[in-house]
Structure formats: structure tokens, C-alpha cells
């Protein structure tokens, strides 16, 4: 016992000495970030006591009372940790509109050990020459020939949907969290996800553990790096056994889909549907024909789209779906419209079909108004630059809630209300173009965002072809845990009901 008193003690006296070397080398940026609205800190531990002791939709609805109290800029720190918070769209658009402060903040370099330098994680020029590589992956021909995947994975959604009735409610995140990591398997790998097969459900539930070790690091500041987290956490030798699950099916696969693989010329349309392109086929072209990327860098991409793809639709299309249960006078509006739009109830869309659902699309941007699948992402600054008055430092950690963003009542009148005519076109004209970013924005935007509101819409279209949609429990509140994405701290229950016609 007084061996273990004396590491415990050790290890307390190095934490400190840690923590005092920190604040001691950042005192310059501490100094400015200090003079920032933000709540009252301690010495040394800052607002560590603030958010220790709080779970997670706790700490959620902290971060939303501090940004009611002291929007649109303020800061905290932990444990010698700076971080300012941006709430307000004309600071984000100071942030996010130029070619200044493109480097993510210091939480991403949680997921490198996974992701690598990938799309997610690098800056500079690496940075632009993958975006050039991956851009071509989202021309209009490529996302037509992902549209079979989505309405293959679809129907497949529908019909497990159909055995699911038999209970009497369903919760729908894990079924829709499936249908999503199956559709980005495919259209990143090329291959599709057996869970029969033991190394496809070890990788997938590797993606849905290493999600809880991230999440886990991210709210905990004495766990960024490394040392702290290998040291003073179980959970740093689980995550090596994650990483290499991870790793190792992802090397499979590229190795198996480049044994055959020959070059192509990615603007031909007849090619580029011969070839039935995965985005790790530009790459492995852009490896072959042009030399300007290795090995690694390919991994770095397709673990990326991995990480990026399949959550946030998944989130976004849950939140949809539980607004389509409480606010059911727009299931009439979007069934109506779908079978104008396709003429037939069982017909599957096509990419100009999905561009006509008008009302469809007004109801998920307001769905991801209330509910951004990102609610939150980080940027380090440049240089040092004035925000709402204030002079924030170079080098400062900055993070901004899109979710706080999304619900000021500046912009969005009544911001808690539900109401998808707030996308009519005449109601856009004049918004803030920062006000609804829940892609983000400027030249560090989700890439991939025509590909998620596409597969969303499928999804939408061939569940609301097939179904009704109730609320298992219509009085259950909505509580938010703080995690990567906007995930619902409880199940979201729906019921399913056959349309008869």
C-alpha cells in the first residue's frame, strides 16, 4: 500500500510539474486569452473544476449555459489549456472565409494515430493536393453510380425495418449507423461489409470503440497527450489493439484492390462507370499515374472517408427521422412530393429526381439547423486576430459551436422552433452566410457534402415510400451528450407503420 501512495504521489507531483511547465511556456497566449469574456478560473487549474465533475449532457448543457452567458467570443482554460469558444457566424466567417487559419485545432490530433495525415487532419500543401486527388470522387457522373449503392442499401434498410415491427418500437441509430457504414465501405473500398465474416464485424465494431476512446480523450484534457494517456489510462493499451484492427483490414483491402488495378482517365464518364470507382481508385490512380502520393497516404485517405462518412449521415438521418415522427404533418408534404417527383411509389430515384425534392431538402437543412451532425470543430490561428473587440492570440486553440451558431436567435428567429419554410428561397436571401454551416465552411468544408445530402435524401425517399413514421414516447426530452457527433443520450424509439397503398 505505501508503494502505491508513493507512485500515486510521484505521479501527482509529475502531473503538476506538467501543468505549471505548460502554463508557463503558453503565458503569452494565457495572458490575451485572459482578458476574454469567459467564466471565473482558478490558478493553475483553470475551469478544470467546472467540467470534472460533470457527465456528459452535463457537460453538454455547460458549454450551452456559458455560451448563452458570454456569446459570441469567450474562453476557458484547463489545467493550463487556452481554449476560445466562437458562437456567432460574422467571427467564424473571420475565421473560416479566407486561406488564413486552415491547421485544425489541437483535438484532432487525437485521431492521427488512426487517420495519419488525411484530409481530416493535415494542412498546407498537402492538404490541397489531396483535396485536387479526392474533389473528382464528387463530380456528378461518380455520385450517380454511388446512388446504386445508397438505393441498394436502402431497400436492404426497408426490409430489416419490416422484421423489426414486429416489436413494438424501434430504436433507429443502430440500423440507420449500419445502412451508412455499409454505403461508405462500399463507395470508399469498393467492397461490401459481411458482418458473417469475423475480420468485416471486428473492423466495425473497432470503428464504433476507437469513436468512445476519442470522445473519451477529447473531454479530458490530462489524456491529450500520449504519455498522460498511456501512463494514467487502461485504455491506452486497448487502444493500440483497436488501431490494430483497424489498420490491418484497411491494408487488406488496399493491397487486394491494387493487385489488379490499372490506370484510367478520371474525366471520362464511360470509364468512370466501367470501372464502378471506389475513392481509394483515385487514389491508387492518382499513386500509379502521377506519383504524388504513397502508400500510407492512401490508408490515411480511406480510414479518413471511414471516420467521416458513416457517423454524421447516420446522426443526421436519426434526427431526421425523429422529427419526422413528432412533426408528422410534413410526412403528407414529402410523400406527396415523392411521388410527384417519381411518378411511381416504388420507383427508386435517380440524382435528378433527388435534386426535385424541394420540401425533402427544406426539411433535413432545418433537421441539421437544430440538429448539426458536427455540433462542434476546431482551428488554431495563424496570427493573431481581432474577434468581437478582442485580440485573440496566434496559436490559440479555437473551437466553434455550430450548434450555439445554429440557435442564435439573431439570425434565426423563434430558434427553437421547428420550421423548414425558414429554406424557402425567399427566406434565404438576406441570411448571414455563416448563419447555417452545418458542413462548415470557406475552403476547409466538408468535401463530401453533396454525397451525405444525396445519400440522406435516398434514405429519406425509400423509408417515407414504404412507411409512416410515429414517436414511441412523446414526452421523452431531448438530452445531448457531449461526443463527435450530436448523438441523442437516449434511444431514439420510432414506429414504423406499412403504407397501404
Known sequence: MDVFKSVCSVLAAVLVIYIVYKIFKKRSVLKKVYKLPGPPRLPI?????????????QLFEKFREWGRKYSPVYSFTVLGLPVVVVTGPDEFEKIASGSKHL??????????????????TNSGSLWQQRRKILTPAFHFSILQEFLKVFNKETARLVEIIKQENKKSATNIVPLISQTTLNTIAETSFGTTLDLTKKDDKNYVSAIHEMGKILVYR????????????????????????????????????VLERSRDFKPFEVNKDDETKRKKLAFLDLLLNAKISKGIIDD?????????????????????????LRQLAIHTEYQDQIYEEIISVLGDAQKQPDLNDLNELKVMER??????????????????????????????????????????????????PEPEKFD????????????????????SAGPRNCIGQRFAMYEMKAILCGIMQNFSVEIADKNEKVEIITDMVLRSAHAINLKFIPRTN
Not at 487549474?45 to 449532457?57: A, K, P, Q, R, T
Not at 498511456?230 to 493499451?237: D, P, Q, Y
Open 45 to 57: 487549474f483553470g475551469n478544470f473544476f467546472d467540467l470534472f465533475n460533470c457527465d456528459s449532457v
Open 103 to 120: 491547421t485544425k485545432g489541437i483535438t484532432y490530433t487525437l485521431v492521427e494515430p488512426w487517420l495519419g495525415k488525411g484530409l481530416l
Open 218 to 253: 477529447i473531454i479530458r484534457p490530462w489524456f491529450h497527450t500520449s504519455f498522460g494517456f498511456n501512463l494514467l489510462s487502461s485504455l491506452g493499451a486497448r487502444l493500440k489493439e483497436v488501431l490494430s484492427t483497424l489498420h490491418s483490414f484497411t491494408e487488406r483491402i
Open 296 to 320: 500510407q497516404g492512401i490508408m490515411d485517405e480511406v480510414n479518413t472517408f471511414m471516420f467521416e462518412g458513416h457517423d454524421t449521415t447516420a446522426t443526421g438521418l436519426s434526427w431526421a
Open 363 to 412: 426539411f433535413i437543412k432545418e433537421t441539421l439547423r437544430l440538429f448539426p451532425a458536427v455540433p462542434i470543430i476546431s482551428r488554431m490561428l495563424d496570427e493573431d486576430t481581432e474577434l468581437n473587440g478582442y485580440l485573440v492570440p496566434k496559436e490559440a486553440s479555437i473551437d466553434i459551436w455550430i450548434y450555439d451558431i445554429h440557435r442564435n436567435p439573431k439570425y434565426w
Open 420 to 439: 423548414p419554410d425558414r429554406f424557402l428561397p425567399e427566406n434565404c436571401v438576406n441570411r448571414h452566410p455563416f448563419a447555417f454551416v452545418p458542413f
